[in-house]
């Protein structure tokens, strides 16, 4: 069992080391239990283990690994135990698993769930979860009841969860955890998006959150009136009408396209720019994921396959037109120091 609010490690990768120590420590204070980042969050899981040192107890500590491969997530493992300071991890989870050819791998005989049972069996860690951004594969997953837990996005654009995914979770037993309950920040009224999620009561809640002003406003919200008024529910309303059509649930059936686009990374970037350092934005994957958006020939057939008929190409071309203007104040800031 874990407090309702939990905390999502990614954006406190942004901030100076002692900034994110004293958010996690905020939440502590706040008796937030439930801790979440992954192997491939940078320093998150370095700086949350400094912020826990001495009061492991009052965690529930869950991290994850993108690897697909037994040796890797082994060593994935012993890094997080390294990293966060600790002997066991509560739950441990296979990441952004979202087509059904990996779910398979993952669950062979002999594969990575079967190490993760090994290694639950020796009480490093305790509990098996998984992540993902495909409603039908997220669906196989809970299932396979190889999971304890599943992680997927749920906001009131990103709803679809709440129809058959949340539902067949509780049968299953299975823990549900929401991830970006703020759109990856594209919902800027926090009010809004915590009233919607608080009516389902068995689920956990993790924002992002890299300020102590932030987790307080959350904190002082749950304390407080949790229905939504009328004006509330209208802006709500509102804000699906005019963001549903543009919000990318990075569920990719859409892929393949035709030059090769990680199309769900680039319908991102306006979110990530938010979140992520921009050292981490203008070199590796997220970069090559903007210069080959850069090659889209405009052919429309990732549109036609997109169950939420987003407009790909044009939002595409605008996050390739704000890649370019972040990268260039970047660099001019580089040159600047
Ligand atoms: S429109 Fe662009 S992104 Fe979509 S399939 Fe064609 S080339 Fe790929
Ligand atoms: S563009 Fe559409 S199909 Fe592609 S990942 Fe986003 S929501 Fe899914």
New binding site residues.
């Given amino acids: 069992m874990v407090s309702r609010l939990g905390f999502g490690g990614i954006p406190i990768q942004r901030v100076s080391e002692e900034e994110a120590i004293g958010v996690v420590k905020r939440c502590l204070e706040h008796d937030i239990t439930f801790i979440d980042t992954a192997n491939a969050y940078t320093t998150s899981e370095e700086r949350i283990g400094k912020a826990i040192s001495g009061q492991r107890n009052k965690v529930i500590l869950a991290t994850k690994s993108t690897s697909r491969n037994n040796e890797e997530i082994n060593s994935h493992l012993h890094l997080s135990f390294k990293r966060l300071g600790v002997d066991c991890i509560d739950l441990y989870q296979l990441h952004n698993v979202s087509d059904f050819r990996t779910l398979e791998e993952l669950l062979q005989p002999g594969g990575p769930v079967a190490l993760l049972e090994q290694v639950k069996k020796e009480g490093k860690i305790r509990h098996i979860g998984i992540t993902s951004h495909q409603i039908d594969v997220a669906k196989e997953a809970v299932r396979s009841d190889r999971f304890e837990t599943i992680m997927f996005p749920f906001n009131f654009i990103t709803c679809e969860a709440a129809d058959e995914l949340l539902p067949l979770a509780r049968e299953h037993d299975v823990g549900f955890i929401a991830m970006k309950p703020l759109a990856g920040g594209m919902l800027a009224n926090v009010s809004i998006a915590f009233k919607f999620l608080l009516q389902f009561p068995d689920i956990v809640i993790i924002p992002g959150i890299e300020r102590i002003e932030e987790i307080d406003e959350i904190i002082a919200l749950m304390a407080g009136e949790l229905t939504m008024t009328d004006s509330e529910r209208e802006e709500m309303e509102q804000l699906r009408l005019e963001l549903g059509t543009r919000f990318?649930?990075?569920?990719?059936?859409?892929?393949p396209c035709t030059v090769g686009i990680p199309?769900?990374s680039a319908?991102g970037f306006r979110s990530i720019v938010k979140r992520l350092p921009p050292e981490r934005l203008f070199t590796g994957k997220f970069a090559d994921a903007m210069e080959e958006a850069a090659n889209c020939t405009e052919c429309g057939e990732?549109e036609e396959?997109?169950?939420?008929h987003?407009p790909?190409r044009e939002i595409l071309a605008e996050h390739v037109e704000l890649y370019r203007q972040e990268k260039s104040k970047f660099e001019a800031q580089l040159t600047v120091n």
């Fill in positions: 990318c649930r990075r569920c990719d059936y859409c892929q199309i769900s319908m990732c396959r997109c169950p939420y987003l790909i």
